[in-house]
């Protein structure tokens, strides 16, 4: 039977009103959201900007405000002396230029600056409530009673079977929902785990095996990891999707089907397709319709409401988070997506003392987070995306200091772009020509002067200027972003 193509189903939602999602208040994940007025707000202990005031002790009476800066665009001024106002991390000195997706914290309280096209609240999603996984709704919904084979793409952790599980619960079809990673089959093995066999098709075939396509009858099939299945099985896979019908190994009869399959992947097919890696017809049987999930990062405003959900998980339900930890999970990359925030979560649990005090910013919980990080710079990433996966003071000045202070070669290392690394050693008010004498490391093994005054200049683990979460427990060495 012959489909139309429903490929590029999930496009980018349009952008829309700037508004603040409350995240993290009174120790309590939140979500709430607060268009931005044309003439900005003022952030402050007793000012009413969500439900109710802030009523945040540790909040100035006027502490920040946002307010237009030209071109439709909002910027925040911190007016508070102590504690200070932080974007992603970092005090804010003076004004900064909100992007969609900062962190502000302002107290104990945290908010996202957004541009949700969602500004009235609307039932909560199973998935998430941001712009992007509401269009991730959107697009199960249209395809899940329908026949086609759906492909879902997104990194580790984002969701997929979780997806996958969902667009078959909303199927309508009877049979079971039957999983198989395709990447934990041996070549020769997965065939018969596929297609099953007939007794004595080969060596220790003592008895038939029907085989997970008719496990699946009248059901869905889940192949995980579909970029593992091995040429030699892709074209008979394409036959089993063309025919619905399955010839077990060593049997002479096809046997008919009726499953719908649903595969995954966490690179980009396309690009296999165009190495030679993945047949292109087989592709294009499979991607009728295609999800594509957001990373957890692309999506912040949704930690919240995920940190509610995945705590009961963690054996935390109902626990309270204190500042510090919410500050740290809205702001992490999150490279393991989902997956991750739940680890750390786990971690958290059971790392804080007392089950009465909210759960805090254990050093397990920053070493875990700090071994989790992401440093690669994907280029195509929004600029605020890129400047929040990137290097830090610490390790611009280990990278600088490795390379003598030439940032070709330091770029190189790191796999980021000269103009980008000089961007960032600026932005930290470094000068690389002070790296290529004065300040290389001696080779005799004495400390050298710039790690004397980076051991002192570094902020205690609780206090200063920025969050403790920012100090890793064990300097770690600068690696390449992408080593193999
Ligand atoms: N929206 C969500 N709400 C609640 N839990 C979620 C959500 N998305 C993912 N999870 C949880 O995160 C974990 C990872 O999800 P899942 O296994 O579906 O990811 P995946 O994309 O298939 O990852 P992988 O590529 O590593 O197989 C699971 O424990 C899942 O229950
Ligand atoms: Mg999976």
């Known amino acids: 039977m012959d489909y139309p193509c429903l490929d590029a189903a999930c496009s980018a939602p349009v952008e829309g009103e700037p508004a603040l999602i409350l995240c993290f208040a009174h ?40 307010h237009p800066a030209g071109k439709g665009r909002f910027a925040l001024t911190n007016l508070s002396e ?17 992007e969609p997706g900062d962190v502000i914290r302002a107290g104990e309280t945290l908010m996202i600056y957004t541009r949700s096209t969602q500004l009235r609240p609307g039932p909560v999603e199973p998935l998430g409530n941001s712009d992007v996984m509401r269009a991730v709704q959107r697009s199960i919904q249209s395809v899940a009673s329908r026949r086609h084979t759906v492909v879902i793409t997104g990194q580790t952790g984002t969701g997929k079977e979780v997806v996958a599980r969902m667009i078959h619960d909303r199927s309508g079809r009877s049979g079971p929902f039957v999983a198989v990673n395709c990447s934990t089959f041996t070549e020769a093995l997965l ?26 009858r009248g059901g869905t099939l889940l192949l995980d990891e579909l970029a593992d299945i091995p040429m030699s099985v892709q074209s008979s896979l394409l036959r089993v999707l063309e025919a619905q019908e399955v010839r077990p190994v060593g049997g002479t009869r096809d046997v008919g089907i009726d499953v719908r399959v649903i595969a995954t992947v966490n690179t980009e097919i396309r690009d296999l397709v165009a190495s030679g890696k993945f047949r292109a017809d087989l592709y294009a049987r499979l991607a009728q319709w295609t999800v594509r999930l957001p990373r957890l990062a ?117 796999g980021m772009t000269r103009s980008k690394l000089y961007r960032l050693l600026e932005a930290h008010g470094m000068e690389p020509s002070a790296f290529r004498e004065s300040l290389s490391r001696p080779q005799g093994g004495q400390a050298s002067a710039w790690e004397d005054g980076m051991a002192r ?13 920012q100090h890793r427990p064990a300097a770690p060495k600068v690696r390449p972003l992408h080593s193999s």
């Open 298 to 414: 692309e999506r912040r405003e949704d930690i919240p409401f995920l940190v509610g959900t995945l705590l009961a998980r963690a054996d935390g339900a109902g626990r309270r988070i204190s500042a510090d930890l919410g500050e740290a999970l809205l702001v992490h990359d999150w490279p393991l997506n989902v997956r991750g925030l739940l680890n750390i979560l786990s971690i958290a649990v059971v790392s804080t003392e007392g089950t009465d005090c909210p759960l805090a910013l254990t050093s397990e919980v920053l070493t875990a987070l700090w071994a989790t990080r992401k440093l690669d710079v994907d280029l195509s990433d929004s600029p605020a995306e890129a400047a929040r996966a990137t290097l830090d003071a610490d390790e611009l000045h280990e990278l600088m200091v490795q390379f003598k202070g030439h940032v070709a070669a330091a770029g190189r290392h790191v």
């Open 27 to 66: 120790g309590r994940a939140l979500s709430q959201l607060r268009a931005i007025p044309r003439e900005g707000l003022l952030i402050g202990r007793t000012e009413v900007v969500f439900d109710d005031a802030f009523r945040d002790a540790e909040m100035s009476l006027r502490h920040a405000k946002v």
């Open 191 to 216: 065939p018969s785990e596929l297609f099953g066999h007939v007794r004595g098709a080969f060596t220790g075939a003592v008895a038939e095996h029907p085989g997970l396509f008719r496990a699946a």
């Open 457 to 469: 200049s570094k902020p205690p683990l609780s206090g200063g200027s920025a969050p403790v979460w």
């Open 82 to 98: 102590q504690p200070g106002t932080r974007v992603n991390g970092s005090l804010v000195h003076g004004e900064h230029l909100l």
